[in-house]
């Protein structure tokens, strides 16, 4: 299978009105980062599953501001009306906190997209990319778009975009099992679209 090698041009993208007329229509992965952290702690990842602790002292959780973003990101998409299916999560507590906070719909944590760091306790790099590239390259249910929340290392290296803490890549899952690029979206452009930036 080939996939997409890297973020589209920027022209290419797309943006603004156009962007929430074809994600109404569904058939898109919503890719999520998770929201900003609290780069105070540190993760402490010394055994298989030690990553979905909430623990500050053991992981590094959502700060305050990244759950208040979590949550008007989920306010923005329902205000969009934008048609949300399935909802996977990364097991990691900041990105599983992520997704529940968006409110969007019940959450399914899993392993295919999980943090490149944590890879050698999960089959490895190669496995940990190939298992998200299927994941983008899966079609969502019909009329509906799939949101992942997981890790912007995971996203960089398994399409070659990448976003800051609470960004989103949106892709186009493709007939052949390749999939496409096709928006680029910072935590606050969800809020403009919906038009209740300040």
Known sequence: MVF?????????????????????QGGYNIYFRHAATDWSQHDQVTRDGDWTSCNPARMRQ???????VARRIGVAIRRLEIPIGRILSSE??????????????PVTTTRAIMNTRAADFVGGLDAVVERARRVLATPPETGTNTVLVAHGNLMRAASGAYSGEGGAAVFAPQKDGEFRLVAQLTSDDWERLAGLAP
């Open 4 to 24: 997409a090698a890297g973020p589209a041009p920027a022209q290419d993208l797309l943006s603004g009105k156009a962007l929430i007329e074809t994600l109404r």
């Open 92 to 105: 990691y507590c900041r990105a599983h906190e992520t997704a529940q906070l968006m409110d969007l719909g």
């Open 62 to 68: 959502l700060s305050a501001e990244g759950r208040e």
